[in-house]
């Protein structure tokens, strides 16, 4: 008993904070769902999972959800200040650089090499470079605890060739190391610079960005610096 009581406790202490003054991401969004016997309704998809299994508290003729329900719902990070009594949606308001967060890198590798670091003309004082065949994979660790990865990359001519080769290109995936689901994918050719992605990675634990050459010849995959979580 005096479990359960705690647990209904701690559930509509956090809950009742999103009635008081909260702290809101400029760029988040919060999509309302229906609570349907302890499961819930988000774009007309019903969820089954563990986090919708977790049950709904009635306290003073209102219903409250548990925050891992709201999370996986809406796609959207909540993170529970106790101290400051506050929530906040969606983005952190301080970007986390992604080198911060790598665990493990697999044939990336940190150069300061003039041929990789000035490119689009920005110098950058170094980034993760990836020149071998086959897959290129950084993993990180965010934790649950980012709405956002903003990812920077170029594709550029590898040093040793003597001509630019424009249809060059490697393929980008983002993955939910925890399931192996692909989260988003896009592909980068020699020639076209810079290039930003913004991808939703709300309730991810454990992340995989990772490359794979589409060409014969082999152009060199870079990440900038300026890439970070948020």
């Given at each position: 008993?005096?479990?359960?009581?705690?647990?209904?406790?701690?559930?509509?202490?956090?809950?009742?904070?999103?009635?008081?003054?909260?702290?809101?991401?400029?760029?988040?969004?919060?999509?309302?769902g229906t609570v349907l016997a302890y499961h819930y309704v988000v774009n007309n998809v019903k969820s089954t999972t563990a986090a919708s299994k977790t049950q709904a508290i009635t306290v003073d003729g209102k219903t409250y959800l548990p925050i891992e329900m709201v999370e996986e719902g809406t796609q959207t990070n909540l993170t529970v200040d106790s101290k400051s009594k506050t929530i906040t949606f969606g983005e952190k308001n301080m970007n986390t650089p992604l080198q911060k967060l790598i665990t493990n890198y697999n044939e990336y590798q940190a150069t300061k090499n003039p041929a990789y670091t000035n490119i689009d003309g920005k110098s950058f004082a170094s980034v993760l470079a990836a020149e071998e065949h086959g897959y290129r994979t950084l993993h990180l660790k965010p934790k649950a605890g980012y709405q956002t990865l903003h990812l920077e990359v170029a594709t550029l001519q590898d040093v040793a060739q003597t001509e630019s080769q424009q249809g060059d290109a490697s393929a980008y995936t983002i993955i939910d190391a925890d399931t192996n689901k692909d989260l988003f994918s896009f592909?980068?050719?020699?020639?076209?610079?810079?290039?930003?992605?913004?991808?939703?990675?709300?309730?991810?634990?454990?992340?995989?960005?990772?490359?794979?050459?589409?060409?014969?010849?082999?152009?060199?995959?870079?990440i900038l610096p300026t890439s970070y979580l948020k």
């Open positions: 008993m005096k479990n359960g009581k705690k647990r209904i406790i701690l559930l509509v202490s956090a809950l009742l904070l999103v009635g008081a003054p909260a702290a809101y991401a400029a760029s988040s969004s919060i999509v309302k592909s980068a050719k020699v020639g076209e610079g810079i290039q930003s992605y913004d991808i939703n990675i709300a309730g991810i634990r454990e992340l995989k960005i990772q490359s794979y050459l589409l060409a014969f010849d082999l152009p060199t995959d870079v």
